[in-house]
């Protein structure tokens, strides 16, 4: 079992992401907000492997930083469907992956985009770092690449 935690602020959309991963679900009137921490399980299979998913569901209400802060410092993403109303430029968010050495990835947990692939790739990434502790052949960032959906108003440079 690995591990993973959604984090971001109020309303990005971490709620729907996982209910979509989860139910391949949408819902537009959303969810309550969420209150604190909470978490969900999912097994994925890895070439044949099953991996058990605890994804961690934090609240982005500035009220519950203190909570859930301890977890992470900063995140931006989703709603890529969304493309009119764009606030976070695919330019800067492939810089800011670049600069803190992670994949970077477009979802839309209303479409359904990259949701699948972003949980799989996680859930690859961990299952070969645990199986390879000292480096395997696994590159998530070209796994990423090689399958994600580009949205119309992405100008992504994969
Ligand atoms: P907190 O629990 O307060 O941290 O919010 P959250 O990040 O969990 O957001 P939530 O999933 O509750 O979604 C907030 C609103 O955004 C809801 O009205 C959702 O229907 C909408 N929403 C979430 N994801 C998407 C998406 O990919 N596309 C569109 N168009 N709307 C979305």
Known sequence: MFTTI??????????SLLVQFDT????????AATVGIGFMN?????DGAKVK??????????RFRSVTHAYYR???GNKCDRSE???VQSDDGERLAREFNVVFMETSAKTGMNVELAFSAIARDLLHRRLYPNGGTFNVKQFVEARSE???ACACAT
């Open 6 to 15: 959604l984090v971001g602020d109020s309303g990005v959309g971490k709620t």
């Open 74 to 76: 900063d995140a931006h």
């Open 53 to 62: 998913l605890q994804v961690w569901d934090t609240a982005g209400q500035e």
């Open 42 to 46: 999912k097994v994925v299979e890895v």
């Open 24 to 31: 391949g679900k949408f819902t537009q009137e959303g969810f």
């Open 150 to 152: 580009h949205s119309p």
């Open 85 to 87: 109303d764009r606030v």
